[in-house]
């Protein structure tokens, strides 16, 4: 590996995009890929809403407050959700299970909406 | 025994019905020297026509009391003697301003001698000239003495209240200039050509010194008045006469020109009419207030809400002594006040409902306690003045709308995060359930 990775950086920009996308397809287990397309949709959807609310308006406030949130709240979520299932961080999270780790987000993530609709209208 | 009641009542009402022309009553006291006092009996049978008790007392009686346990005993009170220096205890400048405050209407007399009532006079903004200086005019050319002066009314006397066609009125008395006082009613003013001035002798050199002075120090032309009305805030109305000769029965019979007779008499008649509270009598029977396309009112309105507010009034008619619903006033406004009138709107007549004056207006992007106020002052009419208070409150918390198109992106970002979340597990557990049963083979195909 350290090899390649000192060929990529003497080369262009572009190489080392490639190679570094290459890697991330080769060394990530499919589930922690589908994690991450969930986590790129929250970011975008989170982007599109604050781009809304700078740009056009931010009334009202309380619904771009729950509707920003909930794609925050959702992130991190998604994010340690991520983090627990990850077989690489097996040692740190010795206790937590990936089930276990699937309904703490699940549960979370519930509780999460319950307020977003809560805080919506 | 009930019916004979009720009959009782019908006939007491219909009693005063016939008695009392005047809004306020029918008793009137004459203070009058005795041995003037018939000098106006026109004036006194004028009175008794419309319905009037008068009561006959001279300046130093002790009895009938015009005010007796706090109470004024009559409903009006005409002093007519105008050159007493000395009155009973209880007639005094102040006892008369007690009087007004008990809404008593006064008819005062003035002369050119100092007495209490001169004194009380500039308290109403009336400004006499020195003692000992009657109305003195030239013109027109007569045989009767220059005090004694033809008057006609013109358009800057209080038309409302004279006679239209009124014949000149005789005068002989002092005139006043006017203060700064928004409650006088000025009845008769001088004529153009009159001027205040001792009548015997010197009078020509102290008219030249005066000119010489531009003017300064004269008491002259038509900015004097000669009989002027007062209205109290509290409807008490008083009139100056500058001089009672006005209504005494010589002047009233006295030709003004071949065949006409003065205006005197009628001229008296229409003062006493106002000063006792027969024209110009107003008075507001009730007010409405409710939300557009509601009946009742509400005891709180919310901010922009579309209000209507109605008042009824009403004008006495001395004629039949009732109170009829007028539509007349052109200039009525009502404002919607909080320290400052926040709307100020006219409120006009409403077509076909007789005394009827409404007007719609929103209420302010303001909430806090409001007044509706009508405030209505004019010379000579009686004031109409009403103020009522609502509470105006904002929006109670489901008062709002609810979803607005302009959060969709929040909307349909809070719904699509829940969509996928839901995805996202139903994705993750068929995966786990795929993942647990492939795992073996798939573990062979990567190693």
Redesign the interface.
């Known amino acids: 590996m350290p090899p390649k990775a000192v060929h990529s950086s003497s080369a262009s920009p572009t190489d080392a995009f490639t190679s570094l996308w290459k890697a991330y397809n080769d060394n990530t287990s499919?589930?922690l890929k589908?994690i991450d397309v969930?986590l790129f949709?929250?970011m975008l959807?989170?982007i599109?809403?604050f781009a809304?609310c700078v740009l056009?308006?931010n009334?009202?406030y309380n619904?771009?407050l729950?509707?920003?949130s909930?794609?925050v709240g959702?992130f991190v979520l998604?994010a340690s959700l991520r983090s627990q299932v990850n077989p690489e961080n097996k040692d740190e999270f010795r206790e937590v299970s990936p089930?276990r780790a699937?309904a703490d987000f699940?549960l979370g993530?519930i509780v999460l909406?319950f307020f977003?609709?809560n805080f919506?209208? | 025994m009930f019916s004979f009641r009720r009959v009782l009542f019908l006939a007491a009402g219909l009693a005063s019905l016939v008695g009392a022309k005047s809004s306020t009553g029918n008793s009137v006291l004459v203070v009058v020297e005795p041995k003037r006092q018939d000098d106006f009996s026109i004036f006194y049978d004028g009175l008794r026509d419309q319905g009037y008790e008068l009561t006959f007392r001279a300046p130093k009686d002790e009895s009938p009391p015009v005010i007796e346990y706090d109470e004024a005993k009559f409903a009006h009170v005409v002093i007519l003697a105008s050159e007493t220096k000395n009155f009973a205890k209880d007639i005094t400048p102040q006892s008369l301003i007690s009087l007004l405050d008990l809404e008593t209407n006064l008819i005062l007399g003035l002369s050119t001698k100092q007495t209490p009532l001169a004194s009380l006079a500039p308290e109403f903004s009336l400004i006499l000239p020195p003692p000992g200086t009657p109305l003195i005019s030239y013109f027109p050319k007569r045989e009767e003495s220059p005090s004694l002066i033809p008057i006609t009314p013109s358009k800057y006397d209080a038309t409302e209240i004279l006679n239209k066609d009124l014949p000149p009125v005789w005068f002989s008395g002092v005139p006043h200039a006017f203060g700064n006082n928004p409650l006088l009613v000025p009845i008769l003013h001088a004529p153009a050509e009159s001027f205040a001035s001792e009548v015997d002798g010197g009078s020509a050199d102290a008219l030249v010194d005066a000119a010489e002075k531009g003017g300064e120090g004269l008491w002259a032309g038509s900015q004097l008045g000669i009989v002027t009305g007062f209205q109290a805030l509290n409807g008490a109305r008083v009139t100056w006469l500058g001089g009672v000769d006005l209504l005494t029965d010589e002047l009233a019979q006295r030709e003004v020109s071949n065949g006409v007779k003065s205006g005197n008499a009628q001229f008296a008649r229409n003062v006493a009419a106002w000063t006792f509270k027969e024209s110009l009598v107003l008075r507001i029977d009730k007010i409405e207030h409710h939300l557009v396309n509601a009946t009742g009112p509400n005891e709180v309105y919310t901010t922009n809400d579309q209000l209507v507010y109605s008042i009824y009034i009403s004008k006495y008619d001395p004629q039949k002594a009732t109170w009829e619903p007028y539509s007349g006033i052109k200039d009525l406004q009502l404002e919607f006040t909080m320290l400052d009138p926040h709307i100020r709107s006219s409120l006009p007549p409403v077509p076909g409902a007789p005394g009827k004056y409404s007007t719609t207006f929103r209420a302010p992007d303001r909430h806090g306690v409001f007044k509706f106020v009508v405030d209505w002052k004019r010379k000579g009419w009686t004031y109409l003045h009403s103020s009522t208070t609502v509470p105006v409150v904002p929006p109670r918390h489901d008062g709002y709308p609810?979803?607005?198109s302009?959060?969709w992106?929040?909307?349909?970002?809070?719904i699509?995060?829940?969509m996928?979340?839901f995805l996202?597990?139903a994705?993750?557990?068929a995966?786990?359930v795929q993942?647990g049963n492939k795992r073996a083979g798939k573990a062979g195909k990567t190693e």
């Not at chain 2, 992106?409 to 809070?414: L, N, Q, V």
């Open positions: 499919n589930r589908f969930f949709f929250l959807s989170g599109v809403q809304y056009v308006t009334f009202p619904a771009f729950a509707g920003f909930s794609t959702q998604a089930e699937f699940a993530s909406h977003v609709y919506l209208g | 609810r979803f607005l302009a959060a992106p929040y909307y349909a970002g809070a699509s995060t829940s996928a979340f996202f597990s994705i993750w557990l995966g786990e993942h």
